[in-house]
């Protein structure tokens, strides 16, 4: 896979806008499409309201706008981009026809990414040609803010696909992490619904308050979880290295 300069964005709601915005902001020409025209007004609006301190989070004295072209044909997008950001809703039927569509015109060895939250990308990418290139890549919203990109395989993605992709989500300040093997809701998500439910349970039990249960996290463990993840949090004070055992 050569070198990543044009990256085609499909949906341009939440997520495709913030795609848009750190791509821009790493110099990347940005071709983008929304079935719905008018996203393309609220694409414009939401880069002009964040350029200014996305200038100052990546060190950049300019971001070059002309560098967005929107389309207006799904075709006429992807034809000639070295990678796809697929960012339509959340849903098994709609993403793998679109991504279907998408590999019947794109070219035939570029990465195909989904920006999923949850899905299992051996679905969504059962109709595509050449599945191999298929991968979740997904972000956390503002994706121009956070730097975690949880990148998930199908069955059928070879490894050339997923270093392709953990090379170029580096390239635009991110930090990924993959899966060894797909799973629904993938990682971070599983962790934090499992909080929740776990607040639901005490709730409905009636033993807190939803302030008490918020502050039980904002006052305490919650200051150290946005330093340390699970393990090093409960290894705190013990662990000397990253590959000491926790049994
Ligand atoms: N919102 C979040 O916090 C978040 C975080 C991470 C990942 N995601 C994932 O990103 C994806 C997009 O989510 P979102 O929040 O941006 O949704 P959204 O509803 O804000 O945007 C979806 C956009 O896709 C467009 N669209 C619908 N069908 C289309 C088609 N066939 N072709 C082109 N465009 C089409 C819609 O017009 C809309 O503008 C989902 O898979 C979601 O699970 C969302």
Same mark, same amino acid.
């Given at each position: !896979?050569?070198?990543?300069?044009?990256?085609? &964005?499909?949906?341009?709601?939440?997520?495709?806008?913030g795609?848009?915005?750190?791509?821009? /902001?790493?110099?990347?020409?940005?071709?983008?499409?929304?079935? *719905?025209?008018? #996203?393309?007004?609220?694409?414009?609006?939401?880069?002009?309201? $964040?350029?200014p301190? &996305?200038?100052?989070?990546?060190?950049?004295?300019?971001?070059n706008?002309? *560098?967005?072209?929107?389309?207006?044909?799904?075709?006429?997008t992807? %034809?000639?981009?070295?990678?796809?950001?697929?960012?339509?809703?959340?849903?098994?039927?709609?993403?793998? #026809?679109?991504?279907?569509?998408?590999? *019947?015109?794109?070219? +035939?060895?570029?990465?195909?990414?989904?920006?999923?939250?949850?899905?299992?990308?051996?679905?969504?990418?059962?109709?595509?040609?050449?599945? %191999?290139?298929?991968i979740?890549?997904?972000?956390? *919203? +503002? &994706?121009?803010?956070?730097?975690?990109?949880?990148?998930? +395989?199908?069955?059928? =993605?070879?490894?050339?696909?997923?270093?392709?992709a953990?090379?170029?989500?580096?390239?635009?300040? !991110?930090?990924?992490?993959?899966?060894?093997?797909?799973?629904?809701?993938?990682?971070?998500?599983?962790?934090?619904? $499992?909080?929740?439910?776990e /607040?639901?349970?005490?709730?409905?039990?009636?033993? /807190?308050s =939803?302030e008490d249960?918020?502050?039980?996290?904002?006052?305490? +463990?919650?200051?150290?979880?946005?330093l !340390?993840?699970?393990f090093?949090?409960?290894?705190?004070?013990?662990?000397?290295?990253?590959?000491? =055992?926790?049994?």
């Amino acid at each position: !896979m050569s070198k990543i300069k044009k990256v085609a &964005v499909i949906g341009t709601g939440v997520i495709g806008v913030g795609w848009t915005i750190r791509l821009l /902001a790493h110099n990347i020409k940005v071709l983008a499409y929304d079935k *719905n025209l008018i #996203q393309r007004n609220i694409l414009i609006q939401e880069i002009k309201r $964040a350029v200014p301190f &996305v200038k100052k989070l990546f060190n950049k004295k300019n971001i070059n706008l002309n *560098n967005l072209k929107f389309f207006s044909s799904l075709e006429s997008t992807v %034809k000639d981009a070295d990678l796809i950001q697929e960012c339509a809703p959340e849903n098994y039927k709609l993403k793998t #026809q679109l991504i279907s569509q998408i590999s *019947n015109y794109c070219k +035939p060895e570029v990465l195909i990414s989904s920006s999923s939250s949850g899905l299992l990308p051996s679905r969504i990418f059962s109709k595509c040609k050449n599945s %191999k290139r298929g991968i979740i890549a997904h972000p956390f *919203n +503002p &994706v121009y803010l956070l730097p975690l990109v949880e990148i998930v +395989p199908g069955k059928k =993605t070879s490894s050339k696909s997923l270093n392709a992709a953990n090379k170029f989500y580096k390239s635009i300040s !991110m930090n990924p992490i993959t899966l060894k093997k797909e799973l629904p809701g993938y990682l971070s998500d599983r962790l934090q619904e $499992a909080l929740w439910r776990e /607040a639901l349970h005490i709730i409905n039990e009636g033993y /807190a308050s =939803t302030e008490d249960l918020d502050r039980a996290i904002e006052d305490g +463990p919650g200051l150290r979880y946005s330093l !340390m993840g699970t393990f090093f949090n409960f290894s705190f004070g013990r662990r000397k290295s990253w590959n000491e =055992t926790y049994a």
